[in-house]
Nanobody
Framework: QVQLVESGGGSVQAGGSLRLSCAASGLTFSSVAMGWFRQAPGKERDFVAT????????YYADSVKGRFTISRDNAKDTVYLQMNSLKPEDTAVYSC?????????????????WGQGTQVTVSS
């Protein structure tokens, strides 16, 4: 079965950096688009970033543009989210998702598979 496993979360001070990883198995990783979403306590899940099947196209939420970078390594079946200049409002559970299409999307309901998530906490 398909598994998406996130890692790299943790606690960091404002202005710091973290790199999240999402390792995929049970699917043809090089054929699917990937996305990152986040959910803060008491809030809805929000889109963060998405990347196409070959990494040729990326798209970001306005709130993270210029600070976060999504990338993928199809040889390792892994997608990454480099997060720089972190802010307290970035605190959330971050989840990766896979979509059975080559192009990504910003809506959660277009993704077919989800990871369990990893906690990111940014203190001021």
């Amino acid at each position: 079965q398909v598994q998406l496993v996130e890692s790299g979360g943790g606690s960091v001070q404002a202005g710091g950096s973290l790199r999240l990883s999402c390792a995929a198995s049970g699917l043809t990783f090089s054929s699917v688009a990937m996305g990152w979403f986040r959910q803060a306590p008491g809030k809805e899940r929000d889109f963060v970033a998405t990347i196409s099947w070959n990494g040729g196209s990326t798209y970001y939420a306005d709130s993270v543009k210029g600070r976060f970078t999504i990338s993928r390594d199809n040889a390792k079946d892994t997608v990454y989210l480099q997060m720089n200049s972190l802010k307290p409002e970035d605190t959330a559970v971050y989840s990766c998702a896979a979509r059975n299409r080559r192009g990504g999307g910003t809506m959660a309901n277009v993704y077919n598979y989800w990871g369990q998530g990893t906690q990111v906490t940014v203190s001021s």
